[in-house]
């Protein structure tokens, strides 16, 4: 079965640093997601991207993140200048398409900012 | 924006007990996913199930759109049923993200 998948599984960084979190999406999808949990808390939406080009995204998503997908595969989210509050887990999701399609999810990578 | 709101937050068993978890969400929703978070915090699909009733295995979940609300059963649990049980519906006037409940979380004894 196809799957999402997403690396590194987790990333450890000083704050200030810059990273880079991978996926793969599902290779026929079209819409690919960025999702964040902080420890304990919700998973949020961070941003929606389609047709190479930003879909929507949340008031999370500020100057410090972009999102790009570099070549037919790969989708990654790349954070400027990390900060202490950035640390989460960070999920990538694909879908084939938007409403009332399933968003399939990566199994995450776990930021560390220290 | 949309609510989403999951009962009971936590919930304790023995194993091979049943359980039933409640996700209640304030508007009209054409997508619904429930969602398994491990305890490595991987988050694996269960269900997509806008309306109806699945099942997989042991588990099954039912969507009453009408009435706002979706279940999700959990028969003859197991320890490796852990974790936290996540519902998600589209954001209202969105397209593309979906809402996540604040989560049910599972802990089976053996």
């Known amino acids: 079965e196809p799957e999402v998948t997403q690396t590194p599984s987790h990333q450890v960084t000083q704050m200030g640093q810059e990273v880079i979190l991978r996926c793969v999406p599902i290779?026929?999808?079209?819409?690919f997601y960025w999702y964040r949990q902080i420890l304990g808390q919700k998973v949020e939406f961070l941003v929606s991207f389609y047709n190479n080009e930003i879909s929507e995204k949340s008031e999370i998503f500020d100057d410090q993140f972009s999102v790009e997908r570099p070549d037919g595969s790969n989708f990654t989210l790349k954070i400027r200048s990390t900060k202490l509050e950035d640390s989460a887990m960070y999920f990538c999701?694909?879908?084939?398409?938007?409403?009332?399609?399933?968003?399939?999810f990566g199994p995450g990578t776990r930021l560390t900012v220290t | 924006g949309i609510q989403v709101e999951q009962s009971p937050p936590d919930l304790i068993l023995q194993e091979g007990a049943n359980s039933t978890l409640r996700c209640n969400f304030s508007?009209?929703?054409?997508?619904l996913q429930w969602f398994h978070q491990n305890p490595w915090g991987q988050l694996i699909n269960l269900f997509y199930i806008p309306s109806g009733t699945k099942q997989n295995g042991r588990l099954s979940a039912t969507t009453v759109a009408t009435e706002r609300y979706s279940l999700l059963y959990i028969s003859s649990s197991q320890t490796t049923d852990s974790g936290v049980y996540f519902c998600?519906?589209?954001?209202?006037?969105?397209?593309?993200?979906?809402?996540f409940g604040s989560g049910t979380r599972l802990s089976i004894r053996p």
């Open positions: 290779s026929n999808h079209l819409y």
């Open positions: 998600a519906v589209p954001g209202y006037s969105s397209a593309s993200k979906i809402i």
């Open positions: 508007d009209s929703v054409n997508n």
């Open positions: 999701a694909s879908s084939e398409a938007l409403e009332a399609y399933e968003q399939y």
